[in-house]
């Protein structure tokens, strides 16, 4: 079955940067879209960031766009998420997911939390002020 792996989170102040990684295994990495979502206790999963299979498109939330920059590594069956200028509203969960279905165009839909069904088990960043 599928199976994906973060790493990376932890502690950092406000400012700083930090790297994650999904590794995935179990499927065929390069046919699906990829994306982050994050969790705040008490409140409703967000969106993040979200790639193309081939790691040539990219969608982002309104909140991180240019400061967080999503990629993949087909190779190594990994996805990135490089996260700089972190401010204490990024503290959260941190999950990869990959998409429903494979084969598919990016398009606005991988923003919807439903349209994933393989999740990690998260990666926690702390953000100090």
Known sequence: ???????G????QAGGSLRLSCSASGLTFSS????????????EREFVAAISRRGSSMRYANSVQG?????R??????M????NSLTPEDTAVY???VDRFGGF????????????DSWGQGTQVTVSS
């Open 1 to 7: 079955q599928v199976q994906l792996v973060e790493s």
């Open 9 to 12: 989170g932890g502690l950092v």
């Open 32 to 43: 699906y879209v990829m994306g982050w979502f994050r969790r705040v206790p008490g409140k």
């Open 67 to 71: 400061r967080f920059t999503i990629s």
């Open 73 to 78: 590594d087909n190779a190594k069956n990994t």
């Open 80 to 83: 990135y998420l490089q996260m």
């Open 95 to 97: 999950s990869c997911a």
């Open 105 to 116: 165009v990016l398009s606005n839909r991988h923003e919807r939390s439903d349209e994933y």
